[in-house]
């Protein structure tokens, strides 16, 4: 079977700058591929180059055996996209925007109001199908808005940061309702992110930074690679710590949410060795399992920037609760 | 960098194969589609149908009643308020038709245009359907205006009505494809309804819906006659004053319609060849624009 989406060399610059800088990747039918990286990474700009909004500068890709060049109008078929902001007819109710998007894809008659119903009720909308969608939180939309992107039956669901200014029992909710579409339509579901969580879910993940992939790989191999345990130690000199850890042990630490932090195997094992031999005081040991976290940092040398709630994320979530309305 | 997608690729499909949309949407239901959400919204606005209804009869009236005392008698003695009817008619479409653009003004800040764009369909049909809807809202505020006009002391025959509505429809065509045209390359609502007004403004008062087109000064006359608007107002007031304009003399001071080039008096017809074409030319700005958005 060939895989879902193909990619190979992928590129595009803007002027001088280059925003995706030659990626290559398959992504397997059913299969949850997740994007991580900061923004600006790159990854709006590959979706939107695989959605045939934006040509791209170099390279190829295919979906669903389409190439995004020379047949845009069968990849639109092929695909359902839920954009980073909302794209809902406000006016309308929800069953009336479900319906619009089936026409427009040229969707037979018989078949639409059906599948609509069965949507709505698949997404928890079921109650709320006659209601003008001025009426919806800003989960409800985002549930609503998979729900149209999956209408048409596309082979891919591309979801450009779905959850972004959602609260957490919103993001799992709606994480819970895409899940169960895979498991029950089969449609592969192509996503970005700069959450830790959403990417744990995926199957694989790519890890993206300055236009190129760094690693790829299922979350689970991406944090073995790391190796054992992620052991933090805090004391009252952090950069005197890391000397010494550096200088005893051959071990590279980072300087890390204001700990001294090192990858070690069996770091149960590993602290006792580490406090008697340090001379330095340590006022608190810390043992975890890596994070994707950890896996992006190690990669780039930097942090994902994760701010909880950034002031855009602020922003695009107050739009979602219909702030524009009030303007 | 190629990584293989078998990667956890086990069983993950619990259901059947899914169904597959077939083929691609014909041009006429895309049209049709669009054509449905624009008049769907304008029916459930119960605050634009109002203020739709009572604006032009209290124009009406107002003119009407207030100007029309005023006025010396028009040639042929038709009534200040006999000849302004299908001059507020005309107003009525104008309004109507260049406001409509707004909707793809607001479609595009509420993001729902990419919903649309990014639809495998023709633009064509995409601007077809939208010009289709504000076309119709239009026509349904023109028609409203015959309705009411036994009640305001107007003479009309339904038979007048019957020729008049194809008229209408075709001007409101004509109009909508300004607003849309104008409303496609436009980013704000604020923007929309100011440049709207500047166009729709002048367009009113130098079109023959307040005062005979023929009795103006020169400079005036020069502006009338490239308006296009004018070319729309001159057919629907000739269809429906065709018994009063009938008995207007020959010989009267001037003439209150048809639309002179250089000593040339144009027909009926020939205005609305001016409208279609006109039409035509709103229609292809429109589609392009469309065609260059994103």
């Known amino acids: 079977m060939p895989p879902a989406v193909r990619v190979s060399g992928l590129a595009r610059r803007f002027g001088e700058i280059t925003a995706v800088d030659g990626v290559s990747f398959d992504v397997g039918e059913a299969e949850i591929f997740g994007f991580l990286g900061p923004n600006g990474a790159g990854k709006t700009t590959t979706i939107s180059m695989l959605c045939t909004l934006l040509r791209p500068t170099a390279g190829s890709a295919a979906i ?17 996209i839920v954009f980073q902001d909302s794209t809902v007819d406000e006016r309308l109710t929800a069953r009336e925007n479900l319906v619009f998007h089936g026409e427009l894809f040229g969707m037979a008659r018989a078949d639409i109001r059906p599948r609509a119903d069965q949507l709505l009720e698949r997404v928890g909308l079921a109650d709320r199908a006659g209601d003008a969608v001025i009426t919806f939180s800003g989960g409800m939309r985002r549930r609503l808005e998979v729900a149209r992107g999956l209408m048409h039956w596309p082979s891919v669901l591309f979801l450009d940061e779905p959850t972004v200014g959602l609260d957490p029992q919103t993001r799992r909710s709606l994480w819970a309702y895409a899940r169960s579409m895979r498991d029950t339509e089969g449609v592969t579901i192509f996503l970005t992110t700069h959450y830790m969580d959403e990417a744990e879910a995926c199957d694989r993940v790519a890890v993206m930074d300055h236009g190129r992939i760094i690693a790829l790989d299922t979350p689970a191999r991406l944090k073995a690679r790391l190796g054992g345990d992620v052991v933090s130690i805090v004391g009252p000199d952090n950069a005197a710590l890391a000397r010494e850890v550096r200088e005893s042990f051959e071990i590279e630490p980072r300087l890390e949410n204001e700990a001294v932090e090192f990858n070690v195997e069996h770091g149960g094992d590993f602290v006792p060795v580490l406090l008697a031999r340090l001379d330095g005081e340590v006022r608190s040991v810390g043992i975890r399992a890596p994070t994707l976290e950890d896996v992006f940092v190690s990669l780039t040398g930097h942090q ?10 602020k922003m695009r979530s107050m739009q979602r609760q219909g702030f524009r309305r009030m303007r | 960098m190629t990584v293989s997608a078998e990667a956890g690729a086990d069983a993950r499909v619990a259901a059947g194969a899914p169904r597959r949309a077939t083929g691609r949407a014909g041009f006429l239901q895309v049209v049709r589609v669009i054509w449905m959400r624009e008049v769907l919204i304008y029916f459930r606005d119960r605050a634009r149908m109002i203020s739709a209804f009572t604006m032009p009869v209290i124009m009406l009236v107002m003119f009407g009643e207030g100007l029309g005392n005023s006025i010396a008698q028009l040639p042929g003695d038709i009534g200040y308020r006999q000849f302004i009817f299908p001059g507020m008619v005309a107003m009525i479409v104008l309004m109507n038709s260049v406001f409509s653009g707004v909707s793809i003004v607001t479609d595009r800040q509420f993001g729902f245009l990419r919903e649309i764009l990014v639809a495998p369909v023709s633009r064509t ?7 289709s809807g ?4 239009a026509l349904v505020n023109g028609a409203v205006m015959f309705a009411i006009a036994p009640l305001l002391g107007i003479d009309i025959t339904l038979e007048v009505v019957a020729k008049l509505l194809p008229l209408i429809a075709l001007v409101s065509f004509m109009l909508t494809g300004l607003g849309v045209a104008l409303g496609s390359r436009l980013r704000s609502v604020e923007s929309f309804q100011m440049l709207s007004q500047v166009a729709i403004f002048p367009a009113m008062f130098l079109s023959g819906i307040f005062f005979p087109i023929n009795n103006v000064p020169a400079w005036m006359d020069v502006l009338v006659k490239i308006n296009p608007v004018t070319y729309a107002v001159a057919p629907i007031r000739e269809i429906a004053l065709s018994e009063q304009l009938a008995a207007v003399p020959a010989d009267a001071p001037f003439q209150i319609t048809h639309v002179e080039w250089f000593g040339y008096t144009l027909s009926t017809w020939e205005e609305i060849g001016v409208v279609l074409a006109f039409g035509a030319l709103m229609l292809t700005i429109a589609i392009r624009a469309i065609r260059t958005t994103e």
């Open chain 1, 64 to 80: 669903g055996g389409c190439d995004i060049v020379s047949d845009p109008a069968g990849v639109r078929r092929e695909i359902g």
């Open chain 1, 304 to 313: 994902i920037r994760e701010q909880a709630f950034s002031e855009e994320d």
């Open chain 2, 125 to 131: 049909a995409i601007c077809i359907g939208k010009i």
């Open chain 2, 134 to 137: 504000g076309a119709t809202v």
